[in-house]
């Protein structure tokens, strides 16, 4: 499906979001409280777009990047926007299982998923494994859909979520399941609560779920124990 999609996913994201999309990721890497020296994975890095984030944020960035997909279309499209970036030194894509990490343990200083982490089958095992591979005091942003809390807000944003936007995603993608995917995926994944207790339970300390646009995204901020 992810494959599918990919020629039409970064328009759809920007054109489904309002270009808000941009604003979260830029919102996570800030999270990190990066120095320039880091070198972070990026697991579920689709077309590479939080990798670029960490590199473009310079100072308060990432120093290396180790993207991570299992959807080879994807990571081809990521590896085209990388280049075009001047970033091949220094961003590097792996066609890899988010629930078995490519990377040696307590080897790097964060970790970031952006809304991949409800697409996979164990969410819990990738979140040890994202554990696993950062240092102790390492730090750790995720980005994952929410549900807004204020009640009208939420009415007028489920029924966009699902009777709009999988319209649109059909359309434009030509894909006839993707779209509907999204929300019911959406649907299906632990509320904030529950999730930082899994976070808690894979070895994070300081967790945090923090509502951004009124709750239709979750940033999750926490730190390796």
Known sequence: MFDAIAPRYDLLNHLLSAGIDKRWRARAIRSLQLTGRETLVDVATGTADVA????????????????????????????????????????????G??????????????????FGIRNVQQPEV????????????GRLAIL?????????VSALYLWYFKQVLPRIGRLLSGHTGAYSYLPASVSTFPPPDQFMTILRRSGFSDVRAVPLTLGIVYLYVGRKA
């Open 52 to 95: 670029l984030e960490a590199r473009r944020a310079g100072a308060t960035g990432a120093a290396r990047v180790v993207g991570v997909d299992f959807a080879g279309a994807m990571l081809g499209l990521g590896r085209g926007k990388v280049l075009k970036a001047s970033e091949g030194e220094r961003i590097v894509l792996v066609r």
């Open 97 to 114: 299982d988010a629930m078995r990490l490519p990377v040696a343990s307590a080897a790097v200083d964060a970790v970031t998923i952006s």
């Open 126 to 137: 990738a979140c040890r494994e994202m554990a696993r591979v950062l240092r102790p005091g």
């Open 144 to 152: 994952e859909f929410g549900v807004p809390r204020i009640p009208g």
